[in-house]
Nanobody, 124 residues
Framework: QVQLVESGGGWVQTGRSLRLSCVASGNTVNINTMGWYRQAPGKQREKVADITIGGIINYSDSALGRFTISRDNAKDTVSLQMNSLKPEDTAVYYC??????????????????WGQGTQVTVSS
């Protein structure tokens, strides 16, 4: 099992920055992807950014150019630097660790771990 603890959320004004961090504890073997999702009130959870163990990064359109994701494999941490924040970035942000394992039979197993979420509020 893996436990994820996020930190860094809070309240900021439009245009300011926040940095979210997520640290994992437990067995992180076979963790392939680390990422951040968010869920605004009344909306579905959406991916903000993720990064594979090989360093391949994906950003949502809304995050591209403003947010930067990074990971430290040795410390089992993933961070999200958020700049130029907008009111529409207001949401609960969740850390996600995605596991991947290929069995000897060639079957691919996938699973997810989630943090408890951290609130980000951007005021206009």
């Amino acid at each position: 099992q893996v436990q994820l603890v996020e930190s860094g959320g809070g309240w900021v004004q439009t245009g300011r920055s926040l940095r979210l961090s997520c640290v994992a504890s437990g067995n992180t073997v076979n963790i392939n992807t680390m990422g951040w999702y968010r869920q605004a009130p009344g909306k579905q959870r959406e991916k903000v950014a993720d990064i594979t163990i090989g360093g391949i990064i994906n950003y949502s359109d809304s995050a591209l150019g403003r947010f930067t994701i990074s990971r430290d494999n040795a410390k089992d941490t993933v961070s999200l630097q958020m700049n130029s924040l907008k009111p529409e970035d207001t949401a609960v942000y969740y850390c996600n660790f995605g596991g991947r394992l290929e069995t000897p039979e060639g079957k691919i197993l996938l699973w997810d771990y989630w943090g408890q979420g951290t609130q980000v509020t951007v005021s206009s």
